[in-house]
Nanobody, 123 residues
Framework: QVQLVESGGGLVQAGGSLRLSCAAS????????MGWYRQAPGKQRELVAA???????TYADSVKGRFTISRDNAKNTVYLQMNSLKPEDTAVYYC?????????????????WGQGTQVTVSS
């Protein structure tokens, strides 16, 4: 009924940049907070950055000053601009969104996840 689709991952050398996108689709009524998480092999999934519906942002200490999260509410899309990438940024990146949507006659709210996109930074 609702779907988050990520794009923009890939292989990049250390010091390079990538831009991730995540588009929400479906019978969406409202999108609250949106965010990016990542999970490296053998590690727990961690929050990278989040942005509220009003544009307030928060970042993990490890990415502050290098990553920028933004959103386009008209397109139901959140972005993650990643600069000065390091090998330790290598992970699967997941989009998350707090969605309010219609399921038939019912209005529902849930935290939805994308399928993930691989980011690999070579040294």
């Amino acid at each position: 009924q609702v779907q988050l689709v990520e794009s923009g991952g890939g292989l990049v050398q250390a010091g390079g940049s990538l831009r991730l996108s995540c588009a929400a689709s479906g019978n969406i009524d409202k999108i609250n907070a949106m965010g990016w998480y990542r999970q490296a092999p053998g590690k727990q999934r961690e929050l990278v950055a989040a942005i509220s519906s009003g544009g307030t942002t928060t970042y993990a200490d490890s990415v502050k000053g290098r990553f920028t999260i933004s959103r386009d509410n008209a397109k139901n899309t959140v972005y993650l601009q990643m600069n000065s990438l390091k090998p330790e940024d290598t992970a699967v990146y997941y989009c998350n969104a707090d969605l309010e949507y219609w399921s038939g006659i019912y209005r529902r709210r849930s935290a939805s996840w994308g399928q993930g996109t691989q980011v690999t930074v070579s040294s």
